[in-house]
């Protein structure tokens, strides 16, 4: 199952309206933020304070050239750097969210490649911590596999994560973790051999509900991630993300979507009542 390009913006909420495909890509869910069923109470902290300590020194951010790209649902940027602990399952427990339209850049003190937007497509985009130096803090990039960008201080926010998604590929399975120490592990059905899903972290970008009894009448988790081989997916699914979705059939432990996890329902259901925007999800081998 995979969270086809956005086509329309919601008018009464936060949403995101993409076509999800997977069993079936006829249908035109909405896409929203995600939030837990019991939000943590800490209030957000302002951008410059919130990574620690200010260095002595904060290098400047140059001014970014004309004509950059902005990273969307559909759309991906060049010349950022690729996440160096991708594989890395020590819990992410900060998320940044802009408050204005920013470049992001390829270095502390480097070039701006692209901006980003407090939302994408009318979702709040909440964006995991990875690195923090000289006052410059790292993310995980959305629409990018594998990729990080890094932002100076400034008109930005962190709020605490609390959770984690955990995917073996190999061993067929999910397992929920929260505040560091894992809740529960369900057997899953991974990608295809020709669509697998995608290594590395992620995160949720909100969640999608689909009409079609295939994902069981509950919501999807939708991803940063997109699939790797864009000529590898079905017609009209270049612009692809990948999800995690409850399956109608008790068919798990296989290699057979599209790039999406497939989770048993009673599972996918106590995911969407525990996780929130933000949250990593790390895809292993």
């Given at each position: 199952?995979?969270?086809?390009r956005a086509v329309a913006?919601?008018a009464?909420?936060v949403?995101?309206?993409a076509?999800l495909a997977?069993?079936?890509s006829?249908?035109?869910?909405?896409i929203?933020?995600?939030?837990?069923?019991?939000?943590?109470?800490?209030?957000l902290v302002?951008g410059p304070?919130?990574?620690?300590?200010?260095?002595?020194?904060?290098?400047?951010a140059a001014?970014?050239?004309a004509?950059?790209?902005?990273?969307?649902y559909t759309?991906a940027?060049t010349?950022?750097?690729a996440?160096?602990?991708q594989?890395?399952?020590?819990?992410?427990?900060?998320?940044?969210?802009?408050?204005?339209?920013?470049?992001v850049y390829?270095a502390?003190?480097g070039t701006?490649?692209?901006?980003l937007?407090?939302?994408?497509?009318g979702?709040?985009?909440?964006?995991?911590v990875?690195?923090?130096q000289n006052?410059w803090?790292?993310?995980?990039?959305?629409s990018?596999?594998?990729?990080?960008?890094?932002?100076p201080?400034?008109?930005?926010?962190?709020?605490?994560l609390?959770d984690q998604?955990?995917v073996h590929?190999?061993?067929?399975?999910?397992t929920?973790v929260?505040?560091?120490q894992?809740q529960?592990?369900?057997?899953v059905?991974v990608g295809a051999?020709a669509t697998e899903?995608?290594?590395g972290?992620?995160?949720?970008l909100?969640?999608?509900s689909?009409p079609?009894k295939v994902?069981a009448g509950?919501?999807?988790?939708?991803?940063?991630?997109?699939?790797?081989d864009?000529q590898?997916?079905?017609s009209?699914?270049?612009?692809a993300h990948?999800?995690i979705?409850a399956?109608y059939r008790n068919e798990f432990g296989?290699r057979?979507?599209n790039?999406?996890v497939r989770?048993p329902?009673?599972?996918?259901?106590?995911?969407?009542s525990?996780?929130?925007?933000?949250t990593?999800?790390?895809v292993l081998?």
């Amino acid at each position: 199952m995979l969270a086809r390009r956005a086509v329309a913006l919601a008018a009464l909420a936060v949403t995101l309206a993409a076509p999800l495909a997977g069993c079936s890509s006829k249908h035109r869910p909405s896409i929203t933020a995600q939030t837990p069923a019991a939000p943590d109470p800490t209030t957000l902290v302002l951008g410059p304070s919130s990574p620690g300590a200010e260095p002595a020194t904060t290098p400047p951010a140059a001014p970014a050239e004309a004509g950059l790209t902005t990273i969307t649902y559909t759309q991906a940027a060049t010349g950022f750097p690729a996440d160096p602990d991708q594989a890395s399952t020590a819990p992410l427990t900060e998320g940044l969210q802009l408050q204005v339209k920013s470049p992001v850049y390829d270095a502390v003190g480097g070039t701006a490649r692209a901006y980003l937007t407090p939302q994408i497509s009318g979702v709040d985009l909440i964006m995991p911590v990875v690195a923090k130096q000289n006052g410059w803090v790292g993310v995980l990039l959305p629409s990018m596999n594998r990729s990080m960008g890094w932002l100076p201080p400034g008109d930005w926010t962190i709020t605490p994560l609390h959770d984690q998604i955990v995917v073996h590929r190999g061993a067929f399975t999910l397992t929920w973790v929260h505040e560091g120490q894992p809740q529960q592990t369900w057997t899953v059905t991974v990608g295809a051999p020709a669509t697998e899903t995608p290594l590395g972290r992620t995160f949720v970008l909100g969640r999608s509900s689909l009409p079609s009894k295939v994902y069981a009448g509950l919501d999807v988790l939708a991803l940063g991630a997109v699939p790797d081989d864009k000529q590898a997916v079905a017609s009209g699914l270049a612009d692809a993300h990948t999800g995690i979705h409850a399956w109608y059939r008790n068919e798990f432990g296989f290699r057979k979507s599209n790039g999406c996890v497939r989770m048993p329902p009673a599972a996918q259901k106590v995911l969407l009542s525990a996780i929130g925007s933000g949250t990593s999800v790390v895809v292993l081998p």
